[in-house]
């Protein structure tokens, strides 16, 4: 069974950080690009970072880059999200996910999703 278990997310000031993390088991964790997606209320479910390890890739989106960095850790099988300096609109509930494609994909390519953590950033 594919399982995808985040936990880090939280409550913080803007300009703090918080670190994600995503423990994944049930499948090959070299066959799958791992992404975090995220979804505010009333706003699109947006793609933020994706790491493919085979083909040593990463992905940000724009309004992520030089404050997001995602790594793993392939001995756990765990994917971090390393959020620094944190914005009030980046308050969303993180989903780690899952595909067989690109780290370009849009987010209804993934497969696999987590059951998803709070990140709040207060103003």
């Known amino acids: 069974e594919v399982q995808l278990v985040e936990s880090g997310g939280g409550l913080v000031q803007a300009g703090g950080s918080l670190r994600l993390s995503c423990a994944a088991s049930g499948f090959t964790f070299d066959d799958y690009t791992i992404g975090w997606l995220r979804q505010a209320p009333g706003k699109e479910r947006e793609v933020v970072s994706a790491?493919?390890?085979?083909?040593?890739?990463?992905y940000y989106r724009d309004s992520v880059k030089g404050r997001f960095t995602i790594s793993s850790d392939n001995a756990k099988n765990t994917v971090y999200l390393q959020m620094n300096s944190l914005k009030p609109e980046d308050t969303a509930v993180y989903y780690c996910?899952?595909?067989?494609?690109?780290?370009?994909?849009?987010?209804?390519?993934?497969?696999?999703w987590g059951q998803g953590t709070q990140v709040t950033v207060s103003s």
């Open positions: 790491i493919n390890r085979v083909i040593g890739s990463t």
């Open positions: 996910v899952a595909t067989r494609g690109s780290i370009v994909a849009p987010f209804y390519e993934y497969d696999y």
